[in-house]
């Protein structure tokens, strides 16, 4: 597959997407964004996918938000179009069946932040900066970036981060719950070695626990609960199950299939 302005490679059923643009610190233009959206169709499409891992090119960013030369001249039918459209191709990973990590390499700003809300794990960099700066331009976060950050760390802190614009430093990103991990060498590498070992447990289990926890927060307790309780049943309909319960009762280790 053919890109301009990702890379896309395999390693062991494990995808790695880097955004490179380096020379404008991995801004999302419109080519990135139609690219990613391409990107994720293609992954999907792919059987035995364990995970996903997105970083950026260079050591100074992951992304550092949306292309701010595209706005001039927007409309804002044009802007709140643009707006869903990027919501859109980032609900779509964080709906991916597999666990994906952001491997926030250095700066997430604005839309780089909103993109790595959208990953089910965020691990950084000691230099990571991270933050939604968009009041700076005078805009607001549209990439979802004010609803994931609110569900993330609460909306006290929230309103504070988006309201100030400010930087926030890997080591606090991590103390609030931005990030889950500060990896001080190899970023992609820990990130990928992560995804295998959840993915060392039942692929399939991993994925129920994904949609309880993920569709659940959306849901009043009761509706989540019941939505935990069916998943829960359809594990005893799946191979994994019998093998992962079989396989303590025989005092051996599991050989899951995802099945
Ligand atoms: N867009 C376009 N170009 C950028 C961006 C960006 N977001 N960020 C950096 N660049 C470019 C710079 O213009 C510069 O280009 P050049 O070399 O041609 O001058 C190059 O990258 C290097 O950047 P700096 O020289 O500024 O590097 P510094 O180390 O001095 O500063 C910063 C790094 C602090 C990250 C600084 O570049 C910065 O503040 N960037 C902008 C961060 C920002 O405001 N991000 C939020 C953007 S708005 C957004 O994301 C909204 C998302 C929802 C969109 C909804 C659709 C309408």
Not at 71 to 85: H, I, L, V, Y
Not at 106 to 114: D, I, K, Q, R, T
Not at 241 to 248: D, L, P
């Amino acid at each position: 597959m053919e890109f301009e302005t990702i890379l896309l490679e395999e390693r062991d059923g494990i995808f790695v997407l880097t955004i490179n643009r380096p020379k404008v610190l991995n801004a999302l233009n419109h080519t990135v964004l139609t690219e990613l959206d391409r990107a994720i169709d293609f992954i999907k499409t792919k059987e035995n996918t364990l995970g996903l891992v997105i970083t950026g090119a260079g050591e100074k960013s992951f992304v550092a938000g949306a292309d701010i030369s595209e706005f001039q001249g927007k409309t804002p039918e044009e802007a709140r179009k643009q707006s869903e459209w990027g919501q859109s191709i980032f609900k779509k990973i964080e709906d991916l069946p597999f666990p994906s990590i952001a491997a926030i390499n250095g700066f997430a700003l604005g839309g780089g932040l909103e993109l790595a809300m959208s990953c089910t794990f965020r691990y950084a960099s000691p230099n990571a900066k991270v933050g939604q700066p968009e009041v700076k331009l005078g805009l607001i976060p549209g990439y979802a970036g004010t609803q994931r950050l609110t569900r993330l760390i609460g909306h006290s802190k929230a309103m504070e981060i988006c309201m100030t614009g400010r930087m926030v430093s890997a080591e606090e990103a991590l103390k609030i719950g931005i990030v889950d991990r500060i990896v001080e060498e190899n970023l992609v590498d820990e990130a990928i070695k992560s995804i295998k070992d959840i993915q060392k447990n039942s692929p399939i289990a991993v994925y129920y626990c994904k949609k309880a926890i993920m569709e659940g927060k959306e849901m009043p307790f009761e509706k989540a609960c019941a939505l935990e309780s069916n998943l829960f049943g359809l594990c005893f309909a799946t191979e994994d199950a019998k093998e992962g319960v079989s396989a303590f009762l025989e005092k051996r280790e599991a050989k899951f299939k995802g099945k």
